[in-house]
Nanobody, 126 residues
């Protein structure tokens, strides 16, 4: 059974930090990049970041560059998203998703992802 289990969300004050994790099982982790997306109330799903499997190439949305860092632990089939200097506009449900490595350059395209997790809520208070 394919699973992407996102965790680590919560309530934090502006300027604070959170670390999200995405635990993966049920498919070959090394064959997939892992992306993070978020969806705020009343808005569409937007890309946050993505990390490849082989050399760990990373991509970030402009809105989070310099504040968020994604990493992966291939031994534990887990990807992390370290979020620093959080802002109220970062409030959203955060999802992790699996993208075939051959499509890495299309990381912002939600339709190219094979598998999605259920998401974890991040709330940043002002």
């Amino acid at each position: 059974e394919v699973q992407l289990q996102a965790s680590g969300g919560g309530l934090v004050q502006a300027g604070g930090s959170l670390r999200l994790s995405c635990a993966v099982s049920g498919f070959p982790f090394d064959d997939y990049a892992i992306g993070w997306f978020r969806q705020a109330p009343g808005k569409g799903r937007e890309e946050v970041s993505c990390i490849g499997s082989s050399d760990g190439t990373t991509y970030y949305a402009d809105s989070v560059k310099g504040r968020f860092t994604t990493s992966r632990d291939n031994a534990k089939n887990t990807v992390h998203l370290q979020m620093n200097s959080l802002k109220p506009e970062d409030t959203a449900i955060y999802y992790c998703a699996a993208l075939p490595m051959r499509l890495l350059k299309l990381w912002t395209h939600t339709g190219e992802y094979d598998y999605w997790g259920h998401g974890t809520q991040v709330t940043v208070s002002s």
